[in-house]
DNA sequence: AGTTGCAACAGGGA
DNA sequence: CTCCCTGTTGCAAC
């Protein structure tokens, strides 16, 4: 489940990484990944140089000189891991980046996964990133009222929207349940009935939550650039075999469906 | 609430009675109810021959010869009313055609009723009635291969399905009533659920219900062209106040809430 | 654990 | 008892 978090740090990385490096090689061994055929992608990337990596949302967007961009999702979940010359690469991988220094870039998707490029020209036609709303992390951008302004208007439950990718980019299905349990929502909440007061909790949590985990590395599940784990542990954990308390009340936690997907809370602390 | 029967009756009464007939006058008294300025209305209508009147759905469509057509929906509940020359006019109406024999047509709006004009090579961007779906009395038309066509595919609740116009033209929220308590249907009832022995039911029942109450002049409670009243009964009548029982079983009629608009069932019967 | 697109559903307004 | 529009929700697909 790589959330912002996740991709956060695996741009900083691939940012420090592999800036300047030239791709000498590309191999696609599952072209689906794609978003055009393979000789497309091929030609968007041979022989390209990284320059700055940042990420968006859940996306990578790697930029590649001269023209182009690499646009990276691990969708489900995966690894993006960078090799040395020499070292031995791992045996499952999707696409494999080589650089003209014998360094390489393996991206292994376990599911769903996206690895796009585009000419610099089509990258705001590029529908996935370009239409991503605000960036958690992004003081300037994600202030309290750029939050309330998104809101404005809306009446559905404050998961589906807070999940919804072109509200707040970023946010998924496990940093959703650390952020609600924090601000102390239940996932089903409307956003009609959540006070203004409430509604600061869970816009300083959104941030803070999202903050912490990109400090610690990421979830202790997922591995960064260097296949190393992250240090951020979900409240939750084990709760879908009902053996997880609530660290604040040690109520059970609950499993119950919401905006589509499964969600974890505590039936005391959320309301 | 003028549905199928009503209209159809009250398009065979005008398609006898109008005929020929010249518009020599028109009063628009609710400029609203018509789908353009009242002077393109008039220019279409005035001088204009009324021709065959027929119905579709819950819409009289009467060609205005030369060159143009009139179209009536009386929305929630009205009368068109035929008026021999001198006789004394209802004191409410929204538009009143004059003929140059001194006969006068009336209609009377309950709530959001149409009283459209369009050129004749219009009719067919006349999406109100351009989109209508099957008409259940053409035994033509409407086949057991022709309604479970439409149904192919379909996930929702039967109520909503029947309702839609552009499945089938002409059932309001009266006659599902009627329709789904002949066929034991309950108004939830998924489409997926519904056996083909069942469907078979239902689909005679939608031709025999409807059939029936246009056989018997329309609903007790509402008038044709002449002002008189039909002889169809509903069989949950004084249901609102809790009055009404099942007349198969005697159970209490209960009121529920089905894609948006009240139902009446048998608690018992419709399953 | 992800996103898209579509069908189904609910609410408000004319 | 009408219809349309819009936003929201649920589902299947990739």
Redesign the pocket.
């Known amino acids: 489940?790589?959330?912002l978090p996740e991709m956060a740090n695996l741009a900083r990385q691939m940012n420090r990484e592999l800036k300047g490096k030239v791709v000498a090689g590309v191999e696609v061994r599952q072209p689906?990944v794609l978003n055009g055929p393979e000789e497309q992608f091929r030609g968007l990337v041979l022989g390209k140089a990284f320059d700055a990596v940042r990420s968006k949302?859940?996306w990578v967007m790697a930029e590649l000189l001269p023209d182009a961009h690499f646009l990276l999702?691990?969708?489900?979940?995966g690894e993006a891991l960078y090799h040395r010359a020499g070292e031995v690469l791992p045996e499952r991988y999707q696409v494999k980046f080589t650089f003209s220094d014998g360094d390489s870039l393996t991206i292994n998707f376990?599911?769903?996964g996206y690895a796009h490029a585009v000419r610099a020209a089509d990258l705001g036609a590029h529908?996935?990133t370009a239409?991503l709303g605000l960036s958690p992390l992004d003081d300037s951008e994600f202030t309290y009222d750029a939050f309330t302004a998104v809101l404005e208007?809306?009446?559905?439950?404050i998961k589906?929207?807070l999940?919804d990718?072109?509200n707040i980019?970023g946010?998924?299905?496990?940093y959703?349940?650390e952020i609600l349990w924090n601000a102390r929502l239940h996932p089903?909440r409307?956003?009609t009935d959540i006070e203004p007061a409430q509604m600061q909790v869970l816009f300083k949590e959104i941030r803070d939550t999202l903050r912490k985990a990109t400090d610690l590395g990421g979830l202790i599940y997922e591995r960064d650039l260097y296949n190393q784990k992250g240090r951020y542990e979900i409240y939750y954990l084990g709760a879908?075999d009902g053996k997880a308390v609530c660290p604040m009340c040690g109520a059970k936690i609950e499993k119950l469906?919401?905006?589509?997907?499964?969600?974890y809370i505590c039936p005391t602390c959320q309301k």
């Not at 946010?171 to 496990?174: A, K, M, R, S």
């Not at 469906?257 to 969600?263: F, L």
Request: aromatic share 8%; glycine share 18%; proline share 4%.
């Open positions: 489940m790589p959330e689906k949302g859940k999702s691990l969708g489900m979940g376990w599911w769903f529908r996935m239409e208007g809306r009446k559905g439950g589906s929207f999940m990718q072109k980019a946010i998924g299905n496990v959703i349940q089903n409307r956003i879908a469906k919401s905006a589509g997907t499964p969600s």
